[in-house]
Each structure stands twice: as structure tokens, then as C-alpha cells.
């Protein structure tokens, strides 16, 4: 079969992408240049192993890299960067980094008792809230108390976290329930109380039913119907895609705007075309009015709703309301989750830059920056799957105030991370293995309220005292 090679233009960059099966897979790498020192499955022999978390020169991402491309001649570990282009290395330090942490295996999820947690200088339990929820997705709060949770096949839920009633609400929009679509993100309008709406992200069926993008409506509850439905985003068809994933979508209500979240849709160059939604976070009044100062809002060429361009499929977005900074969380492919804070205009850079590599093992690039793209404010190799995110301020738990916690699917763990401006301080585990954590919400009380898959449930953390 013969292999055809194809020339990308990005940013004026001409780059040559060899087609996919072209290129090795990572574990061929590892086998043709690894395997004899460091053993089949990483475990050590003539070298050490690469599974106990103990490193000669340091076990971070640049010095893997740099280790492997530069050698230590003098221990014995010669360079590769002769043999091995830089995206064959950058594919390597990924399935090193995912090898080694999952040495240990995963626990299933537990199920939740009386158990105290101690974690970052608070102390709390956790509450079981609701069960047997079908794949929830998010939840947000009316000003009454009760709860609105989507789930992703389309059901929108009005539940009371006292009592546990559920009511679910009829009349909402169809949704393309295929692979990661479905019903996706809530939001609550800040004048709720004054003008009753409601706003929902899904991903909207074609009008053949055969392809899918993400949508955004707003609408009012009455009892339980879903009723006077206006229409805020809608891509045209034309960018509609069959494929099932990276939908995004977060939404944001911040500075009188509507900020959201759409994803690749699996078309990586995609993000950085600025005639394409996707692949980008976007800002609108809240009526889907295009502001007229949104960065490239004056550009014939350029989808005017775009504030950021160049990420992957965010997870999670959430606003500071005291420091008025914007946070995102977003799935890297294997390897290179991220975090970055989003600001007006700027290229995070992907698929151009990434600390990852495909799922199929083979490397995308091999560059974790460049001019003119934003860097992360931090990154996980291996990925933890980020999900839901936001910013703990509140009375219940004073020593997490001003942190950001940020959920994970893979990691089945909520982690508080700590902020020194702009810059993450430290991060540490506040509670794992309760779930696959898809939304994190901190409740009108200050309590915090995690959206678990497998099991679906909804869990408040509250302080043990």
C-alpha cells in the first residue's frame, strides 16, 4: 500500500505530517531502543526501572526528554536524538510518565459511609445526596435551593437535595446522544430571579440525524415543563460533524457575558482555524448577541463569537469572582491534560503544541511550546481526565479559599490547587476513588457538591464538625 505524504500549513508554519500509520507506534519505539536495559514492561534490568517513582536526574517531563535525547554517556545511557525524531521522544516520555503511574492499579469506587476525610487543613465528610442517576453530567443551583442535573442521554432533572425528590422536566431540546454527546452543561442566569432563565449546552442532531455540534438554549421551568425556548448558539450545518466526541461544553455567565467551551470535534487543526467554532472558548451577551469587542469579531474570515483558539476539548471553565480571572480545564489526548487561564485573543496552541501523543501511540508533535501560543499554567502527563472546575470561595472550608478544584474522570479524585497569582503553588488530593468526578459546583452555602459516573450519584462535602 503506498503512503502518501501531505503538507500542513499552520500560522505560516509549512510542517510535514506523515499519515498516521506511517509513523511507529510508541511501544515499537520502546521495543527497538529500550527494552534491552530497561526491561519488556519497564521493570529494570541492565538499567533501572521506570516503575518505582525513583530517578537518576529527575522524573518531570523536560528532563525525561532531555535524558533521552541528550544521553548520560557518563552512566551509561547513551543519546537517541540521532535516531529518534523529536516527536518519536516527546511519544516516549508520555508512555513512561502513563507507565509509571499506573504501576498501582486503580481501586474501584467506594461506597461512602461515615468515613471523616482530613485533607489541605480541613475535615469533612461526605454526603450521598442523590443515587442512581443515568451518566450526570453538571449540575447548578436555583435560588430557592433546589438543584437542576443533566444527564447525558437528555433528561434534565429538578431535584431537592434534602428529601431527595426528583422531578424531571419535560419539553427540553433533542439530543444527538452518541458517544460523548448528549445534554451537557448548566447555567443559571445571575438575574434569575428577576427574568426566570435557564440556559442548556447539548450536542444538536443535523437535520438528518447523522451528524452533531454544539448548541446552546435558553429557556424557563414552569412546574414540569421547559417552555418560551430561545435559540443562543447554533453553528451552521455546514460545520456539523458524525464524529461522537469533544464536544466541550462549559458555560459561564462573567462581566455580563456568556462565556462557553466547544471542542475539537476530533478535527485537531480545526482549532486553529478561526473560520471553524470548534475547538475554541467563546464569549456572547446573554441573549447570543456577538459583543462588539470580541477579538476578531472585525476579521472577514474569522467566526465572530471566538475568544480563545487553539484548545482541545475544555472540560471545565470557571471565574474567579473576586480576582475576575477565567480558568479552564481541558483534555489533552493521552497524556498533556491541561490547565491555562483564558484570556482575550490568545492560541493555546493546539494540536501545534502538546504534551501528549495519539491514543494509537504515535506522536503528534514534537514541541510542548512555541511563539505565539500560550503555554499551560501547569499540565498532567499522564492524563487524569480533568473535568468540572471551580473556584472555592466561601466560609466552610476557610483554608481551601482562593484555590481552584478540579475534578477528574481517570483519577476518580477532586484536587485542591493553590494559586500564587497566576501560578499554581501546590496541589494536593482532597478526596479519590468516590467515582469517575465529572463536575465539581461549590454550593450558595459553601459546601461542595461533586457529579460522580459509574456509580451516577451526586455527593455534598460538608465540615465534619
Known amino acids: 500500500m503506498m503512503k502518501t505524504t501531505c503538507f500542513v500549513t499552520i500560522l505560516g508554519i509549512v510542517s510535514t505530517a506523515v499519515s498516521v500509520d506511517a509513523r511507529p507506534k510508541v511501544d515499537q519505539i520502546y521495543e527497538n531502543n529500550c527494552v534491552d536495559c530497561h526491561g519488556p514492561n519497564m521493570e529494570g534490568g541492565m538499567a533501572s526501572s521506570m516503575l518505582d517513582d525513583e530517578w537518576t536526574y529527575g522524573g518531570d517531563w523536560e528532563t525525561l526528554f532531555a535524558v533521552i535525547k541528550e544521553g548520560r554517556l557518563d552512566e551509561g545511557m547513551p543519546g537517541y536524538g540521532e535516531v529518534l525524531s523529536d516527536e518519536e521522544i516527546h511519544a516516549l516520555v508520555v508512555r513512561i510518565k502513563e507507565k509509571n503511574a499506573r504501576a498501582a492499579p486503580e481501586a474501584a469506587p467506594t461506597a461512602l459511609g461515615n468515613e471523616v476525610y482530613e485533607a489541605a487543613g480541613e475535615t469533612f465528610r461526605a454526603e450521598r445526596i442523590a443515587d442512581d442517576l443515568d451518566i450526570p453530567w453538571s449540575l447548578a443551583f436555583l435560588p430557592e435551593g433546589r438543584l437542576l442535573v443533566s444527564e447525558r442521554g437528555g433528561a434534565l432533572l429538578l431535584l431537592d437535595p434534602e428529601s431527595g425528590e426528583r422531578t424531571e422536566i419535560e419539553g427540553i431540546p433533542e439530543v444527538l446522544a452518541k458517544g460523548q454527546g448528549g445534554l451537557l452543561d448548566i447555567a443559571v442566569h445571575p438575574d434569575f430571579e428577576r427574568n426566570g432563565w435557564v440556559y442548556l449546552s447539548f450536542s444538536d442532531p443535523s437535520s438528518d440525524g447523522e451528524a452533531g455540534m454544539t448548541s446552546i438554549v435558553r429557556g424557563k421551568i414552569e412546574g414540569d415543563q421547559w417552555v418560551e425556548q430561545e435559540m443562543i448558539f447554533k453553528a451552521p450545518e455546514e460545520f456539523y460533524s458524525g464524529r461522537g466526541v469533544h464536544y466541550g461544553c462549559r458555560l459561564v455567565f462573567a462581566d455580563g457575558y456568556l462565556f462557553f467551551t466547544i471542542g475539537d470535534r476530533g478535527r485537531q487543526n480545526e482549532a486553529q482555524d478561526l473560520s471553524r467554532p470548534n475547538g475554541k472558548t467563546h464569549r456572547i451577551h446573554d441573549d447570543g448577541r456577538i459583543p ?7 476579521r472577514r474570515d474569522a467566526f465572530p463569537s471566538i475568544w480563545t483558539y487553539g484548545n482541545r476539548n475544555a472540560q471545565g471553565l470557571a471565574m474567579d469572582p473576586e480576582t475576575g480571572l477565567l480558568w479552564e480545564t481541558e483534555h489533552g489526548p493521552r497524556g498533556g491534560d491541561e490547565l491555562n487561564l483564558i484570556q482575550k485573543g490568545l492560541n493555546y496552541g493546539w494540536p501545534v503544541v502538546t504534551h501528549g501523543m495519539n491514543y494509537n ?27 468540572g472546575l471551580d473556584v472555592y470561595r466561601g466560609d466552610l472550608f476557610p483554608n481551601w479559599d482562593g484555590g481552584l478544584l478540579s475534578s477528574a474522570l481517570r483519577g476518580q479524585e477532586m484536587r485542591l490547587i493553590r494559586l500564587d497569582g497566576q501560578t499554581v503553588e501546590s496541589q494536593e488530593v482532597l478526596v479519590d ?6 463536575d465539581v459546583v461549590v454550593g450558595p452555602e459553601g459546601a461542595v457538591y461533586l457529579v460522580t459516573n459509574k456509580p451516577g450519584r451526586i455527593i455534598r462535602l460538608v465540615p465534619a464538625s
Request: aromatic share 8%.
Open 292 to 298: 462588539k469587542d470580541n477579538p476578531f469579531v472585525d
Open 361 to 387: 501511540g504515535t506522536p503528534i508533535s514534537g514541541r510542548t511550546s512555541a511563539p505565539g501560543m500560550e503555554d499551560p499554567v501547569t499540565y498532567w502527563t499522564p492524563s487524569l481526565a480533568v473535568c
Open 433 to 438: 476513588h468516590l467515582g469517575r468526578i465529572r
